[in-house]
C-alpha cells in the first residue's frame, strides 16, 4: 500500500543524546514536512522540502534538522534531545495537483 | 503569513445529532482551506479540500463544509453524526505560492449514545 513509513513508532530517549525519525515515502511527491503535534496547540511546522536537495525552516525548527538527499527520504535529526522535544511527530508529503497531504502514522517521542 | 483559529476546543454531541464545527482563517489572498481528521492514535486523513469555484464542497463520510470569504470562515458540517465520528478535526489553510499548511489547534469530538 503506497504512503508515508514512520519509524520509530515510539521511542523513550535521555537527555542530551541524538535522536533520528526516520520518514519513507513511496509516492514520489516532491514535498515532504515534518510536523509536531502537542496537546491545544495542534500541529506545528518544524522544517520541509519543497524538493530533493532542498529543505527550509517551519514554525519551530530550533534544535531540529533534516536532510533531503533523495525524493523518497526525509529523516528529522535531534542532535541533543531535551525535555520540551517530547511530542507526537507527524511526517507528511504533499500531492503535486490537489495540494493534499499524506500524513505517516506517527512517532511518538518522549525525553526524559 | 496565514494562520487558522478553531474556537472550539472540545464538542460533544448526540449520535444522530447534527455537527458543526467552527473555522476561522486569516489570509490577505484566496486561500487553500483543507479539514483533515484524527482518529486515537492514527495519522491524519483528508476529508475535504476547498480551492475554488463552489463554496459548498462535499467530504468523505458525509462532511460538508462551506467558504464564506465575507466571514473568513471554512465550518464543516454533518447532518447525522454516527458514533465512529468521535476524532480530532484540524482545519488548515495554505496559499498559492506557497506548499506549507498551518494547522489549528483542533477541536475534539466525543459522540454520546
Known amino acids: 500500500i503506497a504512503g508515508i513509513t514512520q519509524a520509530p513508532t515510539s521511542q523513550i530517549l535521555a537527555a542530551g543524546r541524538r535522536m533520528t525519525l526516520r520518514c519513507t515515502q513511496d509516492m514520489r511527491h516532491n514535498a515532504m514536512y515534518w510536523y509536531r503535534q502537542d496537546l491545544g496547540l495542534g500541529l506545528r511546522l518544524i522544517h520541509y522540502s519543497n524538493t530533493a536537495g532542498t529543505t527550509g525552516k517551519g514554525e519551530v525548527p530550533d534544535g531540529y534538522s533534516v536532510s533531503r538527499a533523495n525524493t523518497d527520504d526525509f529523516p528529522l535529526t535531534l542532535a541533543s534531545a531535551v525535555p520540551s522535544q517530547t511530542s507526537v511527530y507527524f511526517c507528511?508529503?504533499?500531492?503535486?495537483?490537489?495540494?493534499?497531504?499524506?500524513f505517516g502514522e506517527g512517532s511518538r517521542l518522549t525525553v526524559l | 503569513a496565514q494562520s487558522v483559529t478553531q474556537p472550539d476546543i472540545h464538542i460533544t454531541v448526540s449520535e444522530g445529532a447534527s455537527l458543526e464545527l467552527r473555522c476561522n482563517y486569516s489570509y490577505g489572498a484566496t486561500p487553500y482551506l483543507f479539514w483533515y481528521v484524527q482518529s486515537p492514535g492514527q495519522g491524519l486523513q483528508l476529508l475535504l479540500k476547498?480551492?475554488?469555484?463552489?463554496?459548498l464542497v462535499q467530504g468523505i463520510k458525509g462532511f460538508e463544509a462551506e467558504f464564506k470569504r465575507s466571514q473568513s470562515s471554512f465550518n464543516l458540517r454533518k447532518p447525522s453524526v454516527h458514533w465512529s465520528d468521535a476524532a480530532e478535526y484540524f482545519c488548515a489553510v495554505g496559499a498559492d505560492n506557497d506548499y506549507k499548511l498551518s494547522f489549528g489547534a483542533g477541536t475534539t469530538v466525543t459522540v454520546r449514545a
Open positions: 507528511a508529503s504533499r500531492a503535486h495537483y490537489t495540494g493534499e497531504l499524506f
Open positions: 476547498y480551492f475554488s469555484g463552489d463554496t
